[in-house]
């Protein structure tokens, strides 16, 4: 199984509100700025957000859960009443779908408790669209009053959905366009792969950022939301059984003032049995320029919980786990490798933090091949000429064995490892200033028998054929299949567009990503390595991201 994201950048625009409606934002923003949230949130359309009781393991309730009686309670009838805005749905659980939503300072009878998850069932009424009603009981969401004998209710059935079992011989491709998340079914039988299906959109709330497919290419997980907050979701590739996992407004702000700084999930990736998403945090300085990783590390299990492995500061900038559910931890400083559910943890590489010139933080990215762990660590001070970037293995058992060093590889372009570990290439510059430029190389891992292979501006290195026997790359102006000891077979591309990502599917095929500075539109094409090539999706704007899924 094959997984990679990619992007550009893009404009985003805002819209102007009259005076009158300013106002009552202001007083809603106001409202909602008291809510205390707890557990994972299910963005609402308009009216207001409301919330859900998710993130901790449900506490079975032998007795209906102790409360304070709402004063304006004045009779014997049972009622909660909400202290914040809150989802109703049709059973007692963030599973069921939404019938509405409530406000604050809202009184309902009550008929029922279910003792599993202690949400109550509430009287259905002309606003609230379904047959059964239930909001969650937890105290900081309502107060209940007069409820000791209110009888336990049955819970209608969990209305989960299968996910789909992807056919032999297919493959799965999801892109964003336009801030919305799609998913096709791929053809792979075909040379050039085409889509087997029409793109079926599967997001619920707009602004998707990033995606990943689950290693069994049954899900997505992905995270949207705006500019000072995120949620986490995930949902069937069919469309089904979406969820809220998480939202960034109920994660813990560590070291920072409340008021200036908030949360925002960042990384994520599936546990390697699916079974749940990872993800660490960063925090967005709300009166400035600036962003930088918590270096924390949660678990967001399918199945509502959602647990701190890491606090703040002991997790890392970036993550990988590993096939036997290991994770690496990458900071500032070190490379550890953890085991979730254990205090199991060793610091297997120490260097020196890298001289980024900024008060950007930079975190290595250790690679995962068929064989074992790779990365490259920078040399403290990576301006200087002549610095050098040293490769290391980490195997599985016993300590990390150093490969090689290659010099003068800028920060931002990554050394990259075939599949089967054994060769790499990277892009490296040559010469200062103006007289700077860039040149492709490959090389076998321990560095040996390096040999330029391109060069020219913007040059970009893009994936190695699984066999290793060719790779992907592009420049100004072209993109090109390259092969160690062979002249380059170059695609020249018309004025104004520029390959940015490229992904190798089966065989001789792969998909290239293509933007278009002058009329500003992406274009997401399948490809073979003799030229044939066919449309598989397009959209507006210059940013552009899709992963892929193969058996």
């Known amino acids: ?5 990619f992007q550009t950048s893009r404009i985003w625009l805002q819209k102007k509100h009259n005076a009158t409606w300013l106002m009552l934002s202001l ?9 205390a949230f707890a557990g994972n949130l299910e963005p609402l359309p308009e009216p207001p957000k409301a919330t859900d009781n998710l993130a901790e393991t449900p506490t079975p309730f032998d007795i209906a859960p102790t409360v304070t009686p709402f004063e304006i309670a004045s009779s014997s009838e049972a009622t909660v009443s909400t202290l914040v805005d809150l989802n109703v749905r049709n059973g007692p659980g963030v599973q069921y779908d ?4 409530l406000s604050a300072g809202t009184s309902v009878a009550v008929i029922g408790l279910d003792k599993q998850s202690g949400w109550w069932k509430i009287q259905c009424s002309a606003v609230l669209q379904g047959d059964e009603c239930w909001v969650a009981g937890r105290a900081q969401y309502v107060a209940a009053a007069n409820v000791e004998d209110v009888p336990t209710a049955a819970a209608p059935a969990t209305p989960t959905t299968i996910p789909p079992t992807v056919q032999v011989g297919r493959g799965l491709l999801a ?16 040379d050039p792969a085409q889509l087997a299906s029409d793109a079926v959109q599967v997001n619920r709330t ?8 689950s290693p069994d290419g049954r899900r997505i997980a992905y995270v949207a939301g705006g500019e000072n907050a995120n949620n986490l979701n995930i949902v069937n590739v069919d469309g089904g059984d979406h969820r809220t996992l998480v939202s960034s407004t109920i ?9 200036q700084f908030s949360v925002l999930i960042d990384q994520i990736q599936w546990l390697p049995d699916g079974s749940g998403v990872a993800f660490n945090t960063s925090t967005l300085n709300l009166e400035g320029p600036g962003s930088a990783s918590q270096e924390d590390l949660w678990v967001a299990t399918l199945d509502g919980q959602l647990h701190q492995r890491f606090a703040a500061g002991q997790g890392g900038g970036k993550f990988l786990f590993e096939p036997d559910g290991r994770v690496i931890l990458s900071r500032a400083s070190e490379l550890s490798r953890a085991v979730l559910g254990s205090q199991e943890e060793s610091i297997f590489l120490n260097y020196e933090p890298v001289n980024t010139a900024s008060e950007y933080v930079y975190y290595p990215s250790p690679q995962e091949t068929e064989i074992d762990t790779f990365v490259a660590i920078p040399a403290g001070d990576p301006w200087e000429d002549g610095a050098q970037t040293v490769l290391w293995r980490a195997p599985a058992v016993g300590p990390p064995v150093e490969l090689g060093r290659i010099t003068n590889i800028p920060l931002n372009l990554p050394v990259v490892w075939s599949h089967d570990g054994t060769q790499i290439a990277f892009i490296q510059q040559t010469g200062r200033g103006e007289e700077a430029s860039l040149r492709l190389v490959t090389a076998a891992a321990d560095t040996s028998g390096a040999e330029p292979y391109a060069g020219g501006p913007n040059l970009s290195f893009f994936a190695w054929q699984p066999t290793g026997t060719r790779f992907l790359y592009g420049g100004v102006g072209y993109y090109a299949i390259g092969q160690p000891q062979a002249p380059p077979n170059q695609f020249l591309l018309p004025a104004g567009q520029v390959a940015v990502a490229a992904r190798w599917l089966e065989g001789n095929s792969y998909l290239v990503n293509l933007i278009n500075t002058t009329d500003e539109h992406w274009e997401l094409r399948s490809a073979t390595v003799a030229g044939e090539s066919a449309s598989l999706a397009t959209g507006k704007g210059l940013k552009s991201q899709f992963d892929i899924w193969l058996p």
């Open 175 to 190: 892109y964003l366009s336009d801030g919305e998340l799609y998913v096709a079914t791929l053809d792979l039988g075909q």
């Open 206 to 213: 707009g602004g998707v950022l990033r995606f990943s497919f």
């Open 251 to 259: 994660l813990p702000l560590e070291g920072s003032q409340a008021g």
């Open 27 to 35: 007083l809603l923003l106001v409202s909602l700025a008291c809510n």
């Open 1 to 5: 199984m094959l997984r990679g994201n």
């Open 98 to 101: 939404r019938v509405g939503f």
